[in-house]
C-alpha cells in the first residue's frame, strides 16, 4: 500500500539555525498537506501543494513539491523557539491521506 | 478556517467499558469524516473513513466490533471504543472534509485523550 516517509525522525538547532525535513511517498500523489503539531497539541493545517515542482512560501517556511510529485521538503530559515514541534507531511493518495512519520523539531535558545 | 471540535477532550474509563467520542464540524457540512489514532511520539495512523449516511470504511488491522463509528448526519460523527482495554489508551483525532476549504483539505478536532485503567 501508498507508505510516506518522512526523515529526520528528531532535528535538535541552535535557534537561528536553518531547518528542512524531508518527505518521500512510494506513489505518486494527488497533493501533499504539511502539518505542524505542537506538544499536547493536535495537527494543525499549514499548506497543502498540488502542482508538480511547486513552490511555496510562507513567512520563514519554503514548502517543495517534486516534479514526479513523490516527494516534498519543508524548510524553514532562521529557526525561532515558537518553531518548536513536530512537522508531518501528508500524501494525498487515490483514497486516502497518509501521514509521514513527523520530524520532531527542538531548538536551543 | 473551518472549525471542528471534539468531545471529551479527555476522558479516564475503566477496563472493560465503553467510551463515545463525538466529532463536530461547526461551521460546514462534512461528507467525509476520518478518525485517527495517535500513540505517545508517533504519528497519526488512519483507523477508518467514515461517509455520511453509510458505513465506515475501516483500516487493516482495525477491528470494526470494537471501534463502531457512527456518521448520522453532516456535521457529526461518533466513535465508539467498545469494551475498553489499557492498550487502547491513545490520542484520538477526527477530522472532517466537505464543502468548505479545497478538495481535499481536511480539518482535524483537537483530538481526544483516552486513559483506560
Known amino acids: 500500500g501508498q507508505q510516506v516517509m518522512q526523515i529526520p525522525q528528531y532535528q535538535h538547532v541552535q535557534e537561528g539555525e536553518d531547518f528542512t525535513t524531508y518527505c518521500n511517498s512510494s506513489?505518486?500523489?494527488?497533493?501533499i498537506q504539511w502539518y505542524k503539531q505542537r506538544p499536547g497539541g493536535h495537527p494543525v493545517f499549514l499548506i497543502q501543494?498540488?502542482?508538480?515542482?511547486e513552490v511555496k512560501k510562507q513567512k520563514r517556511l519554503t514548502f517543495q513539491f517534486g516534479e514526479a510529485k513523490k516527494n516534498s521538503s519543508l524548510h524553514i530559515t532562521a529557526t525561532q523557539t515558537t518553531d518548536v514541534g513536530t512537522y508531518f507531511c501528508?500524501?494525498?493518495?487515490?483514497?486516502?491521506?497518509?501521514f509521514g512519520q513527523g520530524t520532531r523539531l527542538t531548538i536551543n535558545p | 478556517g473551518a472549525v471542528v471540535s471534539q468531545h471529551p477532550s479527555w476522558v479516564i474509563c475503566k477496563s472493560g467499558t465503553s467510551v463515545k467520542i463525538e466529532c463536530r464540524s461547526l461551521?460546514?457540512?462534512?461528507?467525509?469524516m476520518f478518525w485517527y489514532r495517535q500513540f505517545p511520539k508517533q504519528s497519526l495512523m488512519l483507523m477508518a473513513t467514515?461517509?455520511?449516511?453509510?458505513?465506515?470504511?475501516?483500516e487493516q488491522g482495525v477491528e470494526k466490533d470494537k471501534f463502531l463509528i457512527n456518521h448520522a448526519s453532516l456535521t457529526l460523527s461518533t466513535l465508539t471504543v467498545t469494551s475498553a482495554h489499557p492498550e487502547d489508551s491513545s490520542f484520538y483525532i477526527c477530522?472532517?472534509?466537505?464543502?468548505?476549504?479545497?478538495?481535499?483539505?481536511?480539518?482535524f478536532g483537537p483530538g481526544t485523550r483516552l486513559t483506560v485503567l
Open positions: 467514515s461517509n455520511e449516511g453509510s458505513k465506515a470504511t475501516y
Open positions: 501528508a500524501g494525498q493518495g487515490a483514497q486516502k491521506l497518509v
Open positions: 501543494l498540488v502542482k508538480s515542482g
Open positions: 461551521d460546514f457540512q462534512a461528507t467525509t
Open positions: 477530522s472532517a472534509r466537505g464543502l468548505a476549504g479545497g478538495t481535499h483539505e481536511q480539518f
Open positions: 506513489t505518486t500523489l494527488s497533493n
